[in-house]
């Protein structure tokens, strides 16, 4: 996982605890809308993800954005708000989101990551 951060943190120009922050929420987010059969070999294929997840529960940052993506719930729009809420701007959170599927593709597979993004309403316009 630490390669993984390293990528995001240096691609997106965050510090380690923001890229770790923002690539768990992202992937709690995919473990709870995505196709969960692919979701899971994904995050067999990624030591420590389970963690990062754990990590980044309790929600998005604070602020108005932070209340804005509780105020929307789940989805690809909430999980935006939450990204925004923690002090990611969409640049970031667009760089964060495509080097966390490339990272996907390498160890889980294009197969794997591409039912993913196919099965997870409103992710295909993001990645």
């Known amino acids: 996982m630490q390669e993984l951060i390293n990528r995001v943190a240096a691609a997106a120009g ?9 690539v768990g929420m992202i992937l ?9 059969a692919e979701v899971q070999q994904m995050l067999a294929a990624l030591p ?7 990590q980044s529960e309790g929600g998005g940052g604070g602020g108005l954005m932070g209340m804005m993506g509780g105020m929307m ?17 969409m640049g970031q959170i667009s760089t964060v989101g495509k080097e966390l599927m490339a990272f996907g593709r ?13 099965g997870t309403p409103g992710l295909s316009q993001f990645v």
């Open 48 to 54: 420590g993800a389970e963690g990062l997840i754990a």
């Open 106 to 118: 390498e160890h889980a597979g294009e197969d794997v990551m591409g039912r993913i993004v196919a």
């Open 73 to 89: 719930g789940g989805g690809i729009m909430g999980l935006g708000a939450n990204l925004m809420g923690a002090g990611l701007d």
């Open 28 to 36: 709690g987010f995919l473990q709870k809308e995505g196709p969960q």
């Open 14 to 22: 965050l510090d380690e605890g923001l890229a770790a922050k923002a």
